[in-house]
C-alpha cells in the first residue's frame, strides 16, 4: 500500500542544471499537485492536475514545468534551477477533481547551489 | 483569493494540559477542511477530514470542529502528551487549497 511516492529524498543542483522530481500515486486518483515549503512561508501550490491531459497553475509556477501522461504519476521539472528553487518540494494527491482528502508523499529535499 | 490564518504561531504546554488551535479562513465555500501534523523534517500527515456538511470530527484524543459561518475551525487535543510536540497545519479544501502556515506546539515533559 503505497500511496504517493516521491524521488529522490535528497537533490543538490548547480545552478542552471535541469532536473525531474518524480511523484506516483497508486490510490488512482483523479487530482495529483505540487507544493513547495519554505520556513516561514508555509506551503505553495505550484501546479496541480485534475485528470490525465490536464494541468494548471498555482500560485508560484515560474520555472517549473509539470505533464499529466497517465492518471498514476505527476513528475515536476526544473528547467533551470536556481538558488530560489532550494525548498523541500511535496507531492500530493486526491479522489475527486480535488475535494477531497489529501495525502502527501514525504517530500524532495532540493539544493541548488 | 482564500486565506488562511493559524493563530498562534507558537504554543507551549505542560503534559496533560489541553490544547486547542485555531484555523480561520476568509471564503466559507468550502468543500471540506483537513488537519495534519508535520514533525521537522518530515512530510504531512493527515489528522482529520472534516466535510462541509459536518460540524465536528473526532479520532481518539483529537476533536475538530467546523463553523462555515464564521470562517472557523477548531483542533482540540485532550492531554497533551511530548509525542503531541509538532507543527500542525490546516488547509481548506476545494483544489487550489489554500494552507494555514501552522502552529508549532511544544508539549514540556
Known amino acids: 500500500n503505497a500511496g504517493v511516492t516521491q524521488t529522490p529524498k535528497f537533490q543538490v543542483l548547480k545552478t542552471g542544471q535541469s532536473m525531474t522530481l518524480q511523484c506516483a500515486q497508486d490510490?488512482?486518483?483523479?487530482?495529483m499537485s505540487w507544493y513547495r515549503q519554505d520556513p516561514g512561508m508555509g506551503l505553495r501550490l505550484i501546479h496541480y492536475?485534475?485528470?490525465?491531459?490536464?494541468?494548471d497553475q498555482g500560485e508560484v509556477p515560474n520555472g517549473y514545468n509539470v505533464s499529466r501522461s497517465t492518471t498514476e504519476d505527476f513528475p515536476l521539472r526544473l528547467l533551470s534551477a536556481a538558488p530560489s528553487q532550494t525548498s523541500v518540494y511535496f507531492c500530493a494527491s486526491s479522489y475527486g477533481r480535488g475535494t477531497g482528502e489529501l495525502f502527501f508523499g514525504e517530500g524532495s529535499r532540493l539544493t541548488v547551489l | 483569493k482564500q486565506e488562511v490564518t493559524q493563530i498562534p504561531a507558537a504554543l507551549s504546554v505542560p503534559e496533560g494540559e489541553n490544547l486547542v488551535l485555531n484555523c480561520s479562513f476568509t471564503d466559507s465555500a468550502i468543500y471540506n477542511l483537513q488537519w495534519f501534523r508535520q514533525d521537522p523534517g518530515k512530510g504531512l500527515t493527515s489528522l482529520l477530514l472534516?466535510?462541509?456538511?459536518?460540524r465536528e470530527q473526532t479520532s481518539g484524543r483529537l476533536n475538530a470542529s467546523l463553523d462555515k459561518s464564521s470562517g472557523r475551525s477548531t483542533l482540540y487535543i485532550a492531554a497533551s502528551q511530548p509525542g503531541d510536540s509538532a507543527t500542525y497545519l490546516c488547509a481548506v479544501i476545494p483544489h487550489k487549497l489554500s494552507f494555514g502556515a501552522g502552529t508549532t506546539v511544544t508539549v514540556r515533559a
Open positions: 472534516i466535510q462541509s456538511s459536518q
Open positions: 490510490m488512482n486518483h483523479e487530482y
Open positions: 492536475s485534475v485528470g490525465a491531459g490536464i494541468t
